[in-house]
């Protein structure tokens, strides 16, 4: 077989409520996508995958879908979205959809319907169960299982006109689907197969390993402290899963050619993830693991850790050897649920902003994967400094925040401190294009506060500079497109104990890359078997003047070039 055109793409991610704003509502929107595909295209990238555009009352920004066959107004028409898909493609690229149907909102109307009555043909699409046996339906500790959502509170909601629940394991407003029910499937095959026939490239499947669940519902773990179980047991790969995406794939994606389908799977081991991906198995193309955003937290996401370089390296070397004879892995830093990595795990300061943001690019492109660029972090946007609660807007933070001072009596300020380094606001600035008000992002108020750094860090600024994190992040795409060993070259880790230097090789064909970059603000040398044979080699790229004996700079990374005896 072929090798699927995805294993040399790079995937660009817009968040559509931040990404440009046309008509001056405040709130990003069609046209103003449409407006920038320049400056994707421009960057070199093979697909955009564009988060939720259907029409939703926006609890969770349209990760809450209550049409998933139509455009959400704010953000355009049906005719405007035909427009993009055109303007993507006369590009030569591709257009990924996201695919949010583990839930719906609970303003769709299969939920409407399945609300309206217990005889409803539609009831079944949702998780409906009565109180816990011998409590009064609506108390305290009365509901069906002892799961926390994970927006905060219970995942059950009670609903006093039929006298019984339904499970919601994101917020109240987005009420689990039913995928025990061969009529949900059906009606979400067809959809995704609408929107193929309109010509759409595939799928970004949004927590795509939650569908099946323990039908017995059994009750969680709770952990010491914790108000509620963990469901996560009993619903994250369930037993199901491998067969509902099997299918999935049936039904709607074989016989089409030049998908890309990625599965967003929170918790996923890479045994599983190569399940999941072998293309024999006819499931998805990729997955998307968290163990290495997840690297800096513990059990509870909301405890910060420092980051253990040597921590993070293991977690990249046994996905990269995990999926290395079977499956692919997907590569990413960044999306709208994660701070931004520069603030992150490199250093936003004004002195090694731009190099840790260069340095980071690197050392995740150079792995064996399809790449994903997040909006703005090509331009090494930052974290945003938040002062108050007020100042955030995500239903995850303010559920947090909720949950912690109010119920669990945490000190503001600590939450607050947890809450700038991690919330999913710092990721949802809106996209800094210029130096003019509002960062060229909207001629109106903007939903979230710009970012003030926008004078210094924005697009047109970026696209001028030829040293800028931009033309990095386009050179390191173009060496992709160049050079197969990117592609499909072996992965071998190097110095696994050291917590300052990240370094690998990458051996395919007569050729081997060597990649090392320093995660410190110190020089520090490389003390790498037949360092002057390497030194020796092609410099493919860097992001400071590269010494003759591997010392590297200051977040400095190298990539080098040699050829090898097969
Ligand atoms: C994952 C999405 O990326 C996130 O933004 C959303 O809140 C949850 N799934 C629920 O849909």
């Known amino acids: 077989m072929d090798n699927p055109w995805w294993h040399s793409a790079v995937v660009y991610q817009i968040y559509p409520r ?20 320049d400056h994707i295209a421009g960057l070199g990238a093979d697909v955009v995958w564009l988060s939720p555009v259907y029409p939703s009352p926006q609890d969770d920004n349209g990760y809450d879908i209550s049409d998933y066959q139509d455009i959400e107004p704010v953000f355009g028409t049906l005719a405007d979205f035909d427009e993009l898909l055109a303007g993507v493609h006369e590009r030569g690229m591709r257009l990924v959809m996201d695919l949010v149907v583990n839930h719906s909102s609970d303003e769709h109307q299969w939920f409407v319907e399945s609300r309206s009555s217990k005889d409803s043909p539609k009831r079944d699409w949702y998780w409906w169960r009565p109180a816990r046996e011998g409590m009064e339906p609506g108390t305290p500790g009365a509901e069906p299982t002892n799961w926390g959502s994970v927006f905060g509170g219970s995942a059950w909601e009670y609903d006093p006109a039929s006298g019984e629940y339904f499970l919601h394991i994101f917020s109240r407003k987005q009420p689990d689907l039913n995928w025990e029910n061969p009529e949900v499937r059906d009606a979400v095959y067809a959809m995704m197969n609408w929107w193929l026939d309109r010509g759409v490239d595939g799928f970004r499947m949004d927590v795509i390993d939650h569908i099946s669940k323990d039908t017995t519902l059994p009750d969680g773990v709770v952990r010491p402290g914790a108000p509620y179980g963990e469901g996560g047991p009993h ?20 016989g089409r050619d030049a998908l890309l389908t990625v599965g967003e799977m929170p918790g996923v081991t890479v045994d599983e993830a190569v399940l999941y991906t072998d293309p024999a198995r006819k499931e998805v193309d990729m997955v998307f693991n968290f163990d290495h955003v997840w690297a800096d937290r513990g059990a509870d996401p909301w405890l910060l850790y420092p980051l253990r370089l040597t921590r993070l390296k293991a977690i990249f070397a046994r996905w990269q050897a995990g999926l290395a004879e079977t499956g692919w892995n997907s590569l990413y830093w960044n999306n709208h649920d994660q701070p931004r990595v520069v603030s992150r795990y490199g250093d936003d300061s004004p002195q090694w902003r731009e190099r840790s943001a260069k340095m980071l690019g690197a050392v995740l492109h150079l792995h064996r994967g399809t790449p994903y660029v997040y909006q703005g972090e090509e331009l090494g946007m930052t974290n945003y400094p938040f002062g108050s609660i007020a100042d955030f ?48 992002f909207t001629t ?44 499909y070259g072996d992965f071998t880790m190097l110095l696994p104990q050291d917590e300052r230097l990240y370094a690998y090789t990458r051996r395919f064909e007569g050729v081997e890359l060597l990649v090392i970059g320093n995660f410190t603000g110190e020089p520090v040398r490389a003390d790498i078997d037949e360092a002057g044979a390497w030194s020796a080699a092609e410099l493919l790229l860097t992001n400071a003047p590269a010494s003759a004996d591997l010392v590297l700079e200051p977040w400095q990374v190298v990539i080098y070039r040699r050829g090898v005896t097969r």
């Open 18 to 37: 931040s990404f440009a704003d046309a008509d001056g509502d405040g709130m990003g929107d069609l046209r103003g996508i449409i407006d920038h595909l």
């Open 235 to 254: 619903y994250l790969n369930g037993p199901r899963n491998h067969e509902f995406l099997q299918e999935m794939h049936r039904r709607v994606f074989a």
């Open 393 to 440: 807007r995500d239903i995850e933070a303010l559920g947090h925040y909720a949950q912690a001072v109010d119920h669990e009596g945490r000190q503001p300020a600590d939450v607050l401190t947890v809450l700038r380094a991690r919330s999913r606001d710092n990721a949802r600035t809106p996209m800094q294009w210029d130096d003019s008000p509002q960062a060229g």
């Open 444 to 487: 109106g108020t903007p939903w979230l506060a710009v970012n003030p750094n926008y004078k210094d860090i924005n697009a047109v600024a970026a696209v001028a500079d030829q040293e800028s994190v931009y033309h990095f992040y386009r050179r390191l795409i173009a060496l992709r497109h160049e050079e197969p060993a990117v592609v």
